[in-house]
């Protein structure tokens, strides 16, 4: 029998979706003969004593679920999340630099420094992008400062704001479509596939629309319903991050392209409603059995 730590936070049991999903987790690992500690940011010290380590509360280089994953890593604990992939894809001028080393498809992306922030460079980039373009904070995660801009005024007051928060803003070609592909992949092997089907109101899966919180549909798509060419699209993105468990984004046009690989991918949401194995290979890629 070995011990699992799962990773958490207040804000992670606040969502009855993520407590029923935790659950999962635990009953699972408890049903494959291990034992099962919920391991809170005050309990730090308990990294080193499990034999595996499941963070499950958001990830980033600047809060504790980082120090966590390292403390982790450095005992020679495996852990998802594991360092590397926290800090490429808590960055994503880092992540889509990886990508696009690989050879990965991603919408015409470009990095845009404070320098270019005048009504010159900002024209060319729209015309070189095309109308409307995103704009996006690159720490950002669950979709918060990503924004459509459509005319260059509008550009620059979006990239001046996220310029206060960092040393770059990346302005990508938008992609119309009505969902995306969620592509979760473990230890380079496709684990599971459902569509985020986009609120109405916005571009994006989850937004503020005149006050109120709008998200996305989730449907869980059975493995052989899932295009091969979507399927290999996601295993070959998070391959390209790194050895860990990501969620990968696809926009399947004309010209299928990667969106985003997401680090911590939501399982609460019924994303593996068709993969009643998930929680099973996760346990099994941090505990050997």
């Excluded at 799962?6 to 407590?19: A, E, G, H, M, N």
């Excluded at 001028?93 to 005048?118: C, E, Q, S, W």
Aim: overall charge negative; aromatic content about 8%.
């Amino acid at each position: 029998m070995s011990r699992l730590g799962i990773f958490v936070d207040r804000k992670t049991l606040s969502s009855s979706d993520q407590l029923n999903a935790l659950i999962r987790c635990r009953d699972t690992a408890e049903g494959m003969g291990h034992s099962v500690e919920f391991i809170f940011p005050v309990d730090m010290r308990k990294v080193r004593q499990v034999d595996g380590l499941f963070i499950r509360a958001r990830t980033d280089p600047m809060n504790v679920t980082y120090v966590a994953s390292r403390i982790a890593a450095s005992s020679g604990i495996p852990v998802i999340d594991d360092p590397d992939s926290i800090r490429v894809c808590s960055d994503k001028v880092n992540m889509y630099m990886h990508l696009h080393r690989a050879g990965i498809p991603i919408p015409r992306t470009l990095f845009i420094a404070k320098d270019d922030i005048h009504p010159t460079r900002v024209r060319e980039i729209m015309n070189g992008l095309g109308t409307p373009l995103v704009l996006k904070e690159p720490s950002t995660s669950f979709s918060l400062r990503v924004e459509r801009v459509d005319d260059p005024v509008a550009f620059m007051r979006v990239a001046r704001r996220y310029l206060k928060m960092s040393d770059w803003v990346v302005a990508q070609e938008y992609v119309r479509s009505t969902y995306d592909w969620r592509i979760g992949v473990l230890r380079g092997e496709f684990l599971y596939a459902c569509k985020y089907i986009i609120p109405p109101q916005t571009f994006k899966i989850q937004d503020s629309v005149n006050g109120h919180l709008v998200s996305c549909t989730v449907e869980s798509v059975p493995e052989d319903a899932v295009p091969d060419h979507v399927r290999a699209l996601g295993v070959a993105a998070g391959r390209a991050i790194g050895d860990g468990l990501y969620g990968v984004d696809i926009k399947d046009g004309e010209r299928p392209c990667v969106i985003e690989v997401n680090d911590n991918p939501s399982l609460e949401g019924g994303e593996d409603t068709f993969y009643p194995h998930v929680y099973r290979e996760i346990v099994c890629a941090l505990l050997g059995t």
